[in-house]
Protein backbone atom coordinates (compact mmCIF):
# COMPACT_ATOMS: atom_id res chain seq x y z
CA UNK A 1 0.00 0.00 0.00
CA UNK A 2 2.79 2.62 0.66
CA UNK A 3 3.41 2.88 -2.93
CA UNK A 4 -0.01 3.15 -3.96
CA UNK A 5 0.30 6.02 -1.31
CA UNK A 6 3.22 7.58 -2.65
CA UNK A 7 2.35 7.17 -6.87
CA UNK A 8 -0.86 9.09 -6.02
CA UNK A 9 0.72 11.86 -4.02
CA UNK A 10 3.37 12.13 -6.32
CA UNK A 11 0.73 13.01 -8.97
CA UNK A 12 -1.14 15.73 -6.59
CA UNK A 13 2.39 17.11 -5.56
CA UNK A 14 3.36 16.74 -9.83
CA UNK A 15 0.72 19.22 -10.97
CA UNK A 16 1.22 21.51 -8.48
CA UNK A 17 4.87 22.42 -9.52
CA UNK A 18 3.50 21.87 -13.01
CA UNK A 19 0.89 24.50 -12.16
CA UNK A 20 3.25 26.78 -10.00
CA UNK A 21 6.06 26.46 -13.38
CA UNK A 22 3.49 27.66 -15.93
CA UNK A 23 2.32 30.42 -13.79
CA UNK A 24 6.34 31.54 -13.05
CA UNK A 25 7.18 31.33 -16.83
CA UNK A 26 3.89 33.20 -18.42
CA UNK A 27 3.56 36.51 -18.76
CA UNK A 28 0.07 37.80 -16.82
CA UNK A 29 -1.63 38.58 -19.98
CA UNK A 30 -0.81 35.18 -22.04
CA UNK A 31 -1.95 33.70 -19.03
CA UNK A 32 -5.64 35.01 -18.96
CA UNK A 33 -6.34 35.15 -22.53
CA UNK A 34 -7.82 32.62 -24.84
CA UNK A 35 -5.97 31.40 -27.77
CA UNK A 36 -9.49 31.33 -29.69
CA UNK A 37 -12.99 31.60 -29.04
CA UNK A 38 -13.03 28.14 -28.46
CA UNK A 39 -10.39 27.32 -26.19
CA UNK A 40 -9.99 28.43 -22.35
CA UNK A 41 -6.95 30.12 -21.21
CA UNK A 42 -4.44 28.79 -19.08
CA UNK A 43 -6.35 31.04 -16.56
CA UNK A 44 -9.75 29.32 -17.03
CA UNK A 45 -8.06 25.58 -17.21
CA UNK A 46 -6.38 26.43 -13.13
CA UNK A 47 -10.05 27.65 -12.40
CA UNK A 48 -11.61 24.41 -13.72
CA UNK A 49 -8.94 22.73 -12.12
CA UNK A 50 -9.87 24.49 -8.58
CA UNK A 51 -13.99 24.23 -9.24
CA UNK A 52 -13.07 20.20 -10.20
CA UNK A 53 -11.69 19.60 -6.43
CA UNK A 54 -13.86 22.10 -4.93
CA UNK A 55 -16.47 19.44 -6.12
CA UNK A 56 -14.99 15.94 -5.10
CA UNK A 57 -13.56 16.86 -2.26
CA UNK A 58 -17.02 16.56 -0.21
CA UNK A 59 -17.84 13.39 -1.83
CA UNK A 60 -14.41 11.88 -1.60
CA UNK A 61 -14.48 13.10 2.38
CA UNK A 62 -18.19 12.00 2.42
CA UNK A 63 -17.50 8.59 1.53
CA UNK A 64 -14.74 8.11 3.62
CA UNK A 65 -16.23 9.35 7.08
CA UNK A 66 -18.89 7.17 6.18
CA UNK A 67 -16.29 4.00 6.26
CA UNK A 68 -14.99 5.42 8.96
CA UNK A 69 -18.42 5.78 11.20
CA UNK A 70 -19.61 1.72 10.32
CA UNK A 71 -16.05 0.81 11.32
CA UNK A 72 -14.65 0.03 8.11
CA UNK A 73 -10.63 -0.79 7.74
CA UNK A 74 -8.77 -1.70 4.92
CA UNK A 75 -6.97 -4.59 3.65
CA UNK A 76 -4.03 -4.23 1.00
CA UNK A 77 -3.17 -2.43 -1.71
CA UNK A 78 -6.11 -0.98 -3.53
CA UNK A 79 -6.70 -1.34 -7.19
CA UNK A 80 -8.66 0.89 -10.15
CA UNK A 81 -12.56 -0.53 -11.35
CA UNK A 82 -12.53 -0.86 -14.61
CA UNK A 83 -14.72 2.45 -14.66
CA UNK A 84 -12.04 4.43 -13.03
CA UNK A 85 -9.44 2.81 -15.78
CA UNK A 86 -11.44 4.03 -18.68
CA UNK A 87 -12.06 7.43 -17.49
CA UNK A 88 -8.22 7.81 -16.20
CA UNK A 89 -6.86 6.79 -19.43
CA UNK A 90 -9.61 8.96 -21.61
CA UNK A 91 -8.45 11.91 -19.34
CA UNK A 92 -4.47 11.69 -20.00
CA UNK A 93 -2.83 14.03 -22.09
CA UNK A 94 -2.60 14.36 -25.00
CA UNK A 95 -6.50 15.33 -25.57
CA UNK A 96 -7.70 12.25 -27.65
CA UNK A 97 -11.22 14.18 -27.79
CA UNK A 98 -12.89 17.13 -26.41
CA UNK A 99 -15.90 16.87 -24.80
CA UNK A 100 -18.18 19.42 -23.16
CA UNK A 101 -17.99 20.23 -19.59
CA UNK A 102 -21.20 20.17 -17.26
CA UNK A 103 -21.99 24.02 -16.16
CA UNK A 104 -20.68 23.52 -12.46
CA UNK A 105 -17.43 22.81 -13.56
CA UNK A 106 -17.32 26.29 -16.36
CA UNK A 107 -14.98 28.58 -15.07
CA UNK A 108 -17.24 31.77 -14.63
CA UNK A 109 -14.10 34.12 -13.85
CA UNK A 110 -10.69 34.58 -14.71
CA UNK A 111 -8.55 35.18 -11.66
CA UNK A 112 -4.79 36.37 -11.73
CA UNK A 113 -2.02 34.52 -11.83
CA UNK A 114 -1.48 34.60 -8.36
CA UNK A 115 -4.65 34.32 -7.00
CA UNK A 116 -5.25 31.35 -9.33
CA UNK A 117 -2.12 29.41 -8.83
CA UNK A 118 -2.95 30.18 -4.79
CA UNK A 119 -6.67 28.66 -4.67
CA UNK A 120 -5.44 25.96 -6.64
CA UNK A 121 -2.47 24.96 -4.28
CA UNK A 122 -4.92 25.50 -1.38
CA UNK A 123 -7.25 22.76 -2.79
CA UNK A 124 -4.25 20.45 -4.14
CA UNK A 125 -3.27 20.51 -0.20
CA UNK A 126 -6.58 19.89 1.40
CA UNK A 127 -6.93 16.84 -1.76
CA UNK A 128 -3.48 15.68 -0.90
CA UNK A 129 -4.53 16.02 3.26
CA UNK A 130 -7.40 14.04 2.64
CA UNK A 131 -5.57 11.16 0.44
CA UNK A 132 -3.35 10.79 3.38
CA UNK A 133 -5.54 10.42 5.83
CA UNK A 134 -7.48 6.94 3.89
CA UNK A 135 -4.66 4.53 3.88
CA UNK A 136 -5.94 2.19 6.37
CA UNK A 137 -10.15 2.22 4.65
CA UNK A 138 -10.59 -0.02 2.10
CA UNK A 139 -10.63 2.85 -0.80
CA UNK A 140 -10.46 0.29 -3.44
CA UNK A 141 -14.40 -0.85 -2.47
CA UNK A 142 -15.70 2.28 -1.48
CA UNK A 143 -18.18 3.77 -4.24
CA UNK A 144 -19.08 7.57 -5.17
CA UNK A 145 -21.04 9.17 -7.43
CA UNK A 146 -19.23 11.29 -9.79
CA UNK A 147 -19.98 14.98 -9.40
CA UNK A 148 -19.30 15.38 -12.95
CA UNK A 149 -22.03 12.70 -14.11
CA UNK A 150 -24.50 11.06 -11.34
CA UNK A 151 -24.58 7.93 -13.90
CA UNK A 152 -20.74 7.04 -12.99
CA UNK A 153 -19.83 5.37 -9.82
CA UNK A 154 -16.22 4.16 -9.37
CA UNK A 155 -14.24 3.74 -6.37
CA UNK A 156 -12.31 6.19 -4.09
CA UNK A 157 -9.44 5.07 -5.27
CA UNK A 158 -10.34 5.83 -9.00
CA UNK A 159 -11.22 8.92 -7.94
CA UNK A 160 -8.16 10.25 -7.01
CA UNK A 161 -6.25 8.78 -9.71
CA UNK A 162 -8.94 9.98 -11.91
CA UNK A 163 -8.72 13.67 -10.48
CA UNK A 164 -4.95 13.28 -11.24
CA UNK A 165 -5.40 12.34 -14.56
CA UNK A 166 -7.89 15.29 -14.98
CA UNK A 167 -5.08 17.74 -13.84
CA UNK A 168 -2.44 16.65 -16.37
CA UNK A 169 -4.95 16.84 -19.08
CA UNK A 170 -5.57 20.62 -18.17
CA UNK A 171 -2.64 21.99 -17.03
CA UNK A 172 -1.05 20.39 -20.25
CA UNK A 173 -4.35 22.13 -22.21
CA UNK A 174 -3.10 25.52 -20.08
CA UNK A 175 0.50 24.80 -21.23
CA UNK A 176 -0.75 24.70 -25.39
CA UNK A 177 -3.04 27.30 -24.66
CA UNK A 178 0.13 29.77 -23.70
CA UNK A 179 2.37 28.07 -26.28
CA UNK A 180 -0.24 29.37 -29.22
CA UNK A 181 -0.22 32.62 -27.96
CA UNK A 182 3.55 33.06 -27.91
Known amino acids: MTDTIALVEEELNAATDRARALV ?9 VRPSLTQWSAAECLSHLSISTE ?6 RKATDDAR ?11 MDLLGRILKWFLEPPVRSRMKTTAAFVPRS ?6 ALAEFSMLQSQL ?7 HDLP ?15 Y ?3 SAFRIVAAHQRRH ?3 AEQAVAALR
Open 69 to 79: SRGMTGNGAPS
Open 110 to 115: VRAKAE
Open 139 to 153: IGKLKIISPFDSRLK
Open 55 to 60: LFLPVL
Open 155 to 157: NVY
Open 24 to 32: DTTAARLFT
Open 171 to 173: LWQ
Open 128 to 134: IDLWRSV
